[in-house]
């Protein structure tokens, strides 16, 4: 089935330093990709999305390309802030008959010190 | 515009018991999607209504289970509480059932002791 595999954490930086993400799917058709980011206590927030191949999304200063032939959506962001501290989930659309559901990654804590 | 609300936030119960929880959908969303978080995991979809009807399930047993109101207000239901359903449980709502973005709650914290 499809599933999504993403790095596994804590992620530990400095502010302004530069950051990735790594984020891997197996699907069958061409599903879309999604990030979305929760802060302690909250529910998730959607980030970016995109929708088909070679797409590029963007949010916030992040960023991340739909790449087909390596089947990666990895994040990325040039500059982070201690207020990007949180846990990220890269997920997939996974669609069958009429339903629609999400299939998210086990996610990725990141967290910047000043 | 109110986004997605769901009640309680925090919830304590037995081994054995029921809960029911609640989410308010977002205005002019008529899709309500559950999703599992256990603790230190990705959200695992449970099920989707739309319209009043199930419109897909995730691989859940039947003591979980669910309702859509027609305000498109929706419960999550389970029965015979184990510990192993200590998590948090998160309601998303769509524009219809079709790949349209989920607006997620904030969720409620279920505790099983």
């Known amino acids: 089935g499809n599933s999504v595999t993403q790095m596994e954490g804590p992620v530990t930086l400095s502010e302004e330093a530069f950051l990735t993400i790594n984020c891997t799917y197996t699907?069958?058709?061409?599903?879309?990709l999604f990030w979305y980011v929760q802060y302690p206590g909250e529910g998730l927030q959607l980030l970016l999305k995109a929708t088909k191949a070679d797409d590029k999304g963007s949010n916030k200063g992040f960023e991340a390309t739909y790449r087909k032939e390596t089947t990666s959506f990895h994040l990325e962001k040039g500059s982070v802030q201690v207020s990007d501290s949180a846990v990220y989930f890269c997920a997939l659309s996974d669609k069958k008959d009429s339903s629609y559901k999400l299939i998210f990654g086990s996610g990725t804590r990141l967290l910047v010190r000043p | 515009e109110t986004g997605v609300t769901q009640s309680p936030t925090h919830l304590i119960k037995t081994r054995g018991q029921q809960v029911t929880l609640r989410c308010s959908s977002q205005?002019?969303?008529?899709?309500v999607s559950w999703y599992q978080q256990a603790l230190g995991q990705g959200p695992q979809f449970i099920f989707q209504?739309?319209?009043?009807?199930?419109?897909g399930r995730g691989n859940f047993p039947p003591r979980f289970s669910g309702l859509q109101f027609p305000n498109y207000s929706s419960e999550l239901n389970v029965n015979a509480l184990e510990l192993d359903d200590s998590a948090l449980y998160l309601c998303?709502?769509?524009?219809?059932?079709?790949?349209?973005?989920?607006?997620f709650g904030n969720g409620t914290r279920l505790t099983v002791t």
């Open positions: 205005s002019g969303h008529n899709t």
């Open positions: 699907a069958t058709g061409y599903p879309s």
């Open positions: 998303a709502s769509s524009l219809d059932r079709n790949n349209s973005p989920l607006h």
């Open positions: 209504y739309y319209r009043e009807e199930e419109n």
